[in-house]
């Protein structure tokens, strides 16, 4: 079954400092992969995604993500954060299973000292 | 566009009282899903319909959790009895896929408080 792992529950990063976000996903083949962000109260906001081709994605807000096919992995950077980066960030992956609904990480926590 | 559309926005209930959560999806949108996210963990998916058909439902407590999409359209997911442990956010999403584009919507969805 497909999965999803981000290793970090909590970081903390101060303000305009370079951040990463790491994901690692289990799929066999080339996988569908997602960075989401929520805000506390809010719903999930789409960062970027990745299909296919160039493995370098470029989303909103400045993040970027990279997939890695030799580690399995999908990490998520912004080279200077902002204070209002603060929020809750979760990788997704499409399982396959049965239909076609995302299958989320736990997520990670990011704080931004001033 | 309009986004998803969720309601309520909050409930609070007691244990073993029913309560209904209603969705509307984007125009357009065949596939339906419905995700439960508790405290600190990310969104676990309930059930995925395409059109009003269920694709998946295999993470649904089916002793006490049901769903509806009536037309191919809006949704409602309905918890009887609540259980304590069914406090959490449930969020609806829809999507459309195509041959090599996947896009996904979520609501804001509505916080359950189980007391």
């Known amino acids: 079954a497909q999965s999803v792992t981000q290793p970090d529950i909590h970081i903390t990063v101060s303000e305009g400092a370079s951040l990463e976000l790491r994901c690692n996903y289990s799929?066999?083949?080339?996988?569908?992969l997602f960075w989401y962000v929520q805000s506390p109260g809010q719903g999930l906001q789409l960062l970027l995604k990745?299909?296919?081709?160039?493995?370098l994605v470029q989303g909103i807000k400045g993040f970027e993500a990279e997939f890695k096919r030799s580690q399995s992995s999908f990490n998520l950077r912004k080279p200077s954060v902002h204070w209002s980066d603060a929020a809750e960030y979760f990788c997704a992956v499409v399982g396959y299973q049965a239909g076609t609904a995302l299958i989320f990480g736990k997520g990670t926590t990011l704080s931004v000292s001033s | 566009e309009a986004g998803v559309a969720q309601s309520p926005r909050y409930k609070i209930i007691e244990k073993r009282q029913s309560v209904a959560f209603w969705c509307n999806p984007i125009s357009g949108h065949a596939t339906l899903y419905w995700y439960q996210q508790i405290l600190g963990q990310g969104p676990k998916l309930l059930i995925q319909f395409q059109n009003n058909g269920v694709v998946d439902d295999s993470q649904l407590p089916k002793d006490r959790f049901s769903a509806e999409r009536l037309k191919g359209v809006d949704s409602t997911l309905k918890i009887q009895p609540a259980k304590l442990e069914d406090s959490a956010v449930y969020l609806c999403?829809?999507?459309?896929?195509?041959?090599?584009?996947?896009?996904?919507?979520f609501g804001s969805g509505t916080r359950l408080t189980v007391v």
């Open positions: 999403a829809s999507s459309f896929q195509g041959a090599s584009n996947y896009g996904y919507t």
């Open positions: 990745y299909f296919s081709g160039d493995t």
């Open positions: 799929y066999g083949a080339t996988p569908y």
